[in-house]
C-alpha cells in the first residue's frame, strides 16, 4: 500500500498562496507571550496568604528619560519579605525596563508588617508622566 499526496501541485504556488506572516503578527505572539510569562511567573506567591500590610511605602523616582519620553505604564515586582517585613529582593514580572529599575530600587525601601514567615508579595506601580 502507498500512500499519495493530496496536493500535487507546483511549491511556488502554495507559496504565493500563503503570504509570509507580518511584522504586527509577531509582535503580537511575543506580547502574548510575554504576559503569559508574566501571569505565570505572578502566581509564585501565594493566594491564599492575605496579602501583608505597608508599614512604610516609598515612591520611586520618575527616571528623566521616561520623563521626556512621555512614558508611562505599570511595573510588577514580587518582593521577597523577610518575617521582620524587610524587603530581602525584588524580582520584575513584568513593565518596560526603564521603569523596573525605578520600581525596584523604591520598593527594596518599603517595610512590612512582621510575619511569622517569610512572604512573597505582589506589587504592582502605575507609572504616569502628567
Same mark, same amino acid.
Given at each position: 500500500?502507498? $500512500?499519495?499526496?493530496?496536493?500535487t501541485?507546483?511549491?511556488?504556488?502554495?507559496?504565493?498562496?500563503? !503570504?509570509?506572516?507580518?511584522?504586527?503578527? $509577531?509582535?503580537? /505572539?511575543?506580547? /502574548?507571550l510575554?504576559?503569559?510569562?508574566?501571569?505565570? /511567573?505572578?502566581?509564585?506567591?501565594?493566594?491564599?496568604?492575605?496579602?501583608?500590610?505597608?508599614?512604610?511605602?516609598?515612591?520611586?523616582?520618575?527616571?528623566?528619560?521616561? @520623563? @521626556?519620553?512621555?512614558?508611562?505604564?505599570?511595573?510588577? /515586582?514580587?518582593?521577597?519579605?523577610a518575617?521582620?517585613?524587610?524587603?530581602?529582593?525584588?524580582?520584575?514580572?513584568?513593565?518596560?525596563?526603564?521603569?523596573?529599575?525605578?520600581?525596584?530600587?523604591?520598593?527594596?525601601?518599603?517595610?512590612?508588617? !512582621?510575619?511569622?514567615?517569610?512572604? @512573597?508579595?505582589? $506589587?504592582?506601580?502605575?507609572?504616569? !508622566?502628567?
Amino acid at each position: 500500500m502507498q $500512500i499519495e499526496p493530496v496536493y500535487t501541485g507546483n511549491q511556488d504556488q502554495i507559496c504565493s498562496e500563503f !503570504p509570509p506572516m507580518g511584522h504586527r503578527f $509577531i509582535v503580537f /505572539l511575543l506580547v /502574548l507571550l510575554t504576559v503569559a510569562a508574566s501571569a505565570w /511567573l505572578a502566581q509564585d506567591s501565594d493566594p491564599s496568604q492575605p496579602a501583608r500590610k505597608v508599614v512604610r511605602m516609598v515612591t520611586p523616582v520618575y527616571p528623566d528619560l521616561a @520623563r @521626556r519620553l512621555q512614558m508611562f505604564g505599570v511595573v510588577k /515586582l514580587t518582593a521577597k519579605v523577610a518575617p521582620d517585613g524587610s524587603v530581602k529582593s525584588t524580582k520584575p514580572v513584568g513593565g518596560h525596563p526603564v521603569l523596573v529599575n525605578a520600581a525596584q530600587d523604591a520598593v527594596m525601601s518599603w517595610k512590612f508588617a !512582621p510575619a511569622p514567615s517569610e512572604t @512573597r508579595e505582589l $506589587i504592582e506601580l502605575r507609572f504616569n !508622566p502628567r
